[in-house]
């Protein structure tokens, strides 16, 4: 009986040992395995495994950006040529405004287009307004013109003084050959005063358009040219003071023949025509208008020590001899 319960004892041990050493061998490997797994798997696997995804996208990104790359430079392309179609209009605007042809060959039209309603509408805005519309412009052109009136009579005196140049060139220049100097100067203004005869019932406004302060300076460099070029086609080529003496009397005299053109009531102007022959061909048989203006001239520019005074009397005593 004692043997064999000492037996039962030692085996009860045994197996309690046994229940005993088996927790404890399968205690670690959960315990351990958890931290392993909760330690190392944990936080890293999720930023470790997340980039890998993200690859394949990352991949797709070069193929989307090659094809948004394509579209995108197709998209640029377009927005390249939608800029170059934006820009070629700038670069149209910018050429216009650098060199001003396209601008200034509209301007021209209006300006032609306007003058054949002068002789009704007169030299204002509203032959402007008619003109453009002619040559079909809009009408807001004619507010880019600083000064209306004034633009459309002084490029009227530009106009007629190329036509004038160009008959002279193309063959009326030699004409004036076979004539004498007072013949020559008499033609060529009266080639000039005709230009304006259509225009004769509406002159006296543009006589006041140039007379005005914003003008005036305008208009007398235009009939400086003018009276120049006269005297250049009728052969004149001095240098001296009677060249400034030539051009002012010569001046005078296409003035006071402007006006009285203004009152001749005659058939053709031929009273105007015999005005200007007379008045051209009594300044130079005479000669004195040119001795008188040169003295002046030679008291007021050169200041030579002399009076103005002295000069006048020297004026009077030449007219007494």
Known sequence: MASSLAARRLL??????????????????????????????????????????????????????????????????????????????GAAAGTRRQGGTGYQEEQEKVLRASLLHVPRMGWS???????????????????????????LVEFFMDDCLQQLMDRIDAGEGEQLKNLILSERLAKLVRMRLEMQAPYISKWPQALSIQSQPANVSTSLKQRAVLVDEIWHAAGDAGSDIDWYVKRTVLGGIYSTSEVYMLTDNSPEFRDTWT????????????????????YLAEAVGAGMGGTVQGVLNRVFQNRGS
Request: glycine residues 8%; proline residues 14%.
């Open 125 to 151: 805005e509203s032959a402007m307004v008619a003109g453009a519309r002619d040559v079909g412009i809009s009408p807001a052109i004619v507010g880019a013109f600083p000064r209306k009136e004034a633009a």
């Open 12 to 89: 009860s041990r045994a197996a309690a040992a046994r229940r005993l050493a088996l927790p404890s061998a399968s205690a670690p490997a959960p315990a351990v395995a958890p931290r392993r797994f909760s330690a190392d798997a944990g936080p890293p696997p999720p930023t470790q495994t997340l980039p890998p995804p993200p690859l394949e996208p990352a991949a797709e990104p070069p193929r989307s950006e090659g094809a948004g790359a394509s579209s995108s430079s197709s998209s640029s392309t377009t927005a390249g040529a939608g800029g170059a179609h934006r820009s070629s209009p």
């Open 275 to 294: 005005f200007v022959n007379r008045r051209i061909k009594d300044a130079l048989d005479l000669q004195k208008t040119f001795q008188e203006a040169a």
